[in-house]
């Protein structure tokens, strides 16, 4: 919720009304992504540019559908379309988790929709409070600086391995050497670059 609120905060200091803003809470629902967005958003950013940043940041969620596809197959095509809105970062850990030490559990999907909804509703929550409180403020208070504190916050903690730690070096190199690059493409890059770098040292490992 802390993190929604952060989310909620930096899309209504980067310029976006807050009806657009907590729309694009309930249709993305990746909190990464929206805040990477709503920084290229305020730097007038093409679209195109944009959509292909959140994709290379949302690529981790090809994995973890992958990994849960074993766990959820033979449902109808209605469900796994829910099941897929209401996968996120802490909804994959708890229950692959669970599927992993159980794996002839019944009731897979009732447990994973009760974390999904759960933590989906907590987020919206979370997210228009950050919005209410970011339209209430005054715009002279430049709270720009939320977006990359809340990345940093994020980063520092998966910083526990070789693959991590060059990923997080790499981008950030490159994100700063492509600074001066019109319409953010210096980000775009960097997430590119991170994730080619990771992958490489995570083989040699």
Do not use: C
Not at 17 to 30: E, F, H, K, R, T
Not at 57 to 75: E, K, Q, T, V
Not at 156 to 163: C, H, K, T
């Amino acid at each position: 919720m802390p993190f929604g609120m952060v989310v909620g905060v930096a899309m209504v200091a980067a310029g976006i009304p807050p009806l657009p803003a907590m729309a694009m809470s309930i249709i993305v629902y990746a909190g990464a992504s929206m805040l990477a967005a709503a920084q290229m958003l305020a730097a007038d950013a093409p679209l195109a540019v944009i959509v292909a940043t959140a994709f290379f940041i949302n690529l981790r969620f090809m994995m973890y559908s992958a990994s849960m596809r074993p766990h959820l197959r033979g449902l109808p095509r209605g469900q796994k379309l829910v099941a897929g809105y209401l996968l996120a970062d802490n909804v994959y850990g708890v229950s692959i988790a669970r599927f992993t030490e159980h794996p002839d559990m019944d009731g897979k999907l009732a447990y994973y929709l009760g974390g999904g909804l759960t933590i989906w509703l907590a987020w919206q929550v979370a997210v228009a409070a950050g919005i209410a409180v970011g339209a209430s403020l005054p715009a002279h208070w430049r709270l720009e600086f939320a977006a990359p504190l809340a990345f940093i916050a994020l980063t520092v903690p998966f910083l526990r391995d070789r693959a991590m730690v060059g990923a997080a070096i790499a981008a950030g190199v490159v994100a700063v050497a492509g600074a001066a690059l019109p319409a953010r493409l210096g980000l775009a890059a960097a997430a590119v670059v991170g994730i080619a770098a990771g992958m490489l040292l995570g083989r040699k490992s």
